[in-house]
Antibody
């Protein structure tokens, strides 16, 4: 069974940094693209970033480009999202999601999410 | 303002058939597959349909999808109370150099 467990969320001040992690199990992690998708309180889904299985290809939403960095450690079956220069509008529940062996496909399954709150 | 446009709400009574539309452009829906996600209250999103109209294992055949040009739709037949959820369409967008765009979501109420 595929399992995705996010961690690392919390309260951070504007301008601060946070690193999210997503521990994966139940599949050959290095073969699959992985993504982060966020959901602000009471709002819809917003794609954040996607990384290929090898880590060699990454994509970012314009709203986070230059501030967030997606990465993965295939030896640890873990996906990361380094978030710098955080803003109030980054407050959201951050989900990690498994893709397929092709980077530009669907997300399935999703983790339960980790909450990031940016506030002074 | 979402790139893909969905009605904010939809409703139906048990047993009815409801459809949810998703409108995009030539760079997203017009040239890529559409995906649908279901988010039950208080839970993480779940893949409902992929590649326009394919159901993952475990998704009932009451759920179906279609795509025509730059629009797509999700149909739910034999509506059940447990279908009450938020539904999101999504697609990759070629104009944005590897971006995924979501619809704003449609809240389905089973009356």
């Amino acid at each position: 069974e595929v399992q995705l467990l996010e961690s690392g969320g919390g309260l951070v001040q504007p301008g601060g940094s946070l690193r999210l992690s997503c521990a994966a199990s139940g599949f050959t992690f290095s073969s699959y693209a992985m993504s982060w998708v966020r959901q602000a309180p009471g709002k819809g889904l917003e794609w954040v970033s996607t990384i290929s299985g090898s880590g060699g290809t990454t994509y970012y939403a314009d709203s986070v480009k230059g501030r967030f960095t997606i990465s993965r450690d295939n030896s640890k079956n873990t996906l990361y999202l380094q978030m710098n220069s955080l803003r109030a509008e980054d407050t959201a529940l951050y989900y990690c999601a498994k893709g397929t062996t092709v980077i530009t496909t669907w997300f399935d399954p999703w983790g339960q999410g980790t909450l990031v709150t940016v506030s002074s | 303002q979402s790139v893909l446009t969905q009605p904010p709400s939809a409703s139906g009574t048990p047993g009815q058939r409801v459809t949810i539309s998703c409108s995009g452009s030539s760079s997203n829906i017009g040239s890529n597959y559409v995906y649908w996600y279901q988010q039950l209250p208080g839970t993480a999103p779940k893949l409902l349909l992929y590649s326009n109209n394919q159901r993952p294992s475990g998704v009932p055949d009451r759920f179906s999808g279609s795509k025509s040009g730059t629009s797509a739709s999700l149909a739910i037949s034999g509506l059940r109370s447990e279908d009450e959820a938020d539904y999101y369409c999504a697609a990759w967008d070629d104009s944005l150099s590897g971006h995924v765009v979501f619809g704003g979501g449609t809240k389905l109420t089973v009356l």
